[in-house]
């Protein structure tokens, strides 16, 4: 993100550095450290198990969001250097994620906080034996999708198929092989992800592309309905075809072909048989989770259905990804402000791809297609805006960028994220103003 952010002040980092040219030798190298193995999170860690999941906590019911998380990171969706399930349940905190037993209220909330990592559904197992259950999960991870197993009231992330053995990340404990560590009889259903890359098995079957059909069976927990919707996705999977012939007794010989489609989330496997002139024809209802905002949440149509929002609801921090810039409007459609990439605002909820803003103490909503949730929430060193390693000219220069930007840009809307705010208010006085500027030029002059 701080990529991103940072477009175009290097220049004035650059431009500040030849004028304090004479302060030579302040400046260090940054030595970057090895990612965390995201392989070891585990629930019980003590880092983040005590974090509140509605009345419960992530050490007592946090092995979804936990594996949640290790297929995140295990799928290059997220950076494990500043991302962890503490990131990630803090966030869905933040836009009241969690019902009030711990579970996740709506999976769009996942999305909403990783934007790669989209919930397809959950399926049941259509077979009975370890087998069939490990090539069910090899079919998904072939077409490019992430599995995570319900064991049992416990959730794991499966990272390979190898045959019939099943290899999972247990945020409970450091086993590998599924079917050793699990009944097979508890081994019910499994929550099929999408992420940034697609699963590595899909490269088994990249030599074919063709046009599958997919389905998802899941029931919506709030409002207990299904939905039903037919998926047709191009993706590369192989289709194993058999045929068989039979000599027909006349001259004339009719080909028929029998197409069979499962409902659980399987590549169609198509079956070419020449016979009499029979035809078998299969109707597939697939269904999909419902992916709307729950309806307490619809989009008000007037400030005073905004004006009901109370000031203790959690606040979360995203910043605009988008290339050009964008409105901010109220209710009503008065546009109070625009945003450019970078820029930071806290979104007090989430109603229907619409994110509910206060600017110069006004209610407004902002289109969340290009927010991006901000992970990079933790306070660093202070002074150390960019988390280099360094106090330098490049803190310097973005402390001024943020100060200037305090003439023009109204209340609600920051180049800084408020974690980068407080570190840079270096003296420690609780504002972020000249005096840390001055605390700045003391320490680099130095």
């Known amino acids: 993100m701080l990529n991103k952010k940072r477009k175009g ?3 004035i980092a650059l431009a500040v550095l030849v004028f304090m040219g004479t ?21 019980t860690d003590k880092r983040w198990s005590d974090i509140p999941m509605g009345y419960s906590n992530v050490g007592a019911s946090g092995c979804l969001v936990t594996s949640i998380s290790i297929m995140a990171a295990h799928s290059g969706s997220v950076n494990p250097d500043n991302f962890n399930p503490a990131v990630f349940v803090n966030a869905l905190n933040g836009i009241n994620g969690f019902t009030y037993g711990g579970s996740i209220a709506s999976w769009s909330s996942v999305s909403a906080i990783i934007p790669d990592v989209h919930i397809m559904g959950v399926n049941k197992f259509t077979s009975s034996d370890q087998n069939g259950k490990a090539d069910e999960i090899r079919s998904v991870m072939e077409d490019g999708y992430y599995v995570i197993c319900n064991v049992g009231n416990h959730w794991v992330f499966v990272e390979d198929v190898t045959e019939n053995d099943v290899y999972m990340i247990d945020p409970a404990k450091d086993d590998v092989l599924m079917f050793s560590s699990y009944n097979n ?6 929550e099929i992800l999408k992420g940034k890359n697609p699963s590595s098995l899909s490269s088994a079957s990249a030599n074919k592309a063709t046009a599958v059909t997919t389905a998802f069976t899941t029931t919506n927990e709030k409002t207990k309905t299904t939905t039903t919707t037919t998926t047709q996705e191009t993706t590369t999977s192989e289709t194993t075809t058999t045929t068989t012939t039979e000599e027909s007794t006349t001259s004339e010989t009719t080909t028929t072909t029998t197409t069979e489609e499962t409902t659980t989330f399987e590549t169609t496997t198509t079956t070419t048989t020449t016979e009499e002139t029979t035809t078998s024809e299969t109707t597939t209802t697939t269904t999909t989770e419902e992916t709307t905002i729950p309806e307490t949440t ?27 810039t964008t409105c901010i409007y109220t209710s009503s459609g008065e546009i109070v402000a625009e945003i450019e990439t970078g820029n930071m605002v806290n979104v007090k909820k989430i109603e229907n791809g619409k994110g509910l803003v206060i600017i110069d103490g006004t209610e407004a909503w902002i289109d969340m297609t290009d927010m991006i949730f901000n992970l990079d929430w933790i306070t660093s060193v202070r002074g150390d805006i960019n988390k280099d390693g360094n106090i330098d000219l490049y803190d310097l220069s973005l402390l001024n960028e943020y100060l200037k930007s305090l003439k023009f840009l109204p209340d609600g809307i920051s180049i800084l994220s408020q974690s980068e705010i407080e570190t840079a208010d270096i003296n420690g006085d609780g504002v972020v103003d000249n005096g840390d500027v001055l605390e700045y030029l003391s320490i680099i002059c130095k």
Do not use: C, K, M
């Not at 009889?185 to 499994?190: A, C, F, K, R, S």
């Open 23 to 43: 302060f030579n030798g302040f400046y260090s190298p940054y030595n970057a450290h090895a990612s965390e193995d995201y392989r070891t999170w585990r629930q």
């Open 298 to 324: 619809s989009v008000p149509e007037s400030v005073e259905s905004i004006s009901q929002t109370t000031e203790s609801e959690p606040i979360s921090e995203f910043y605009y990804s988008g290339e050009e």
């Open 185 to 190: 009889y508890n081994i019910t259903e499994y």
């Open 9 to 11: 002040l290097s220049g």
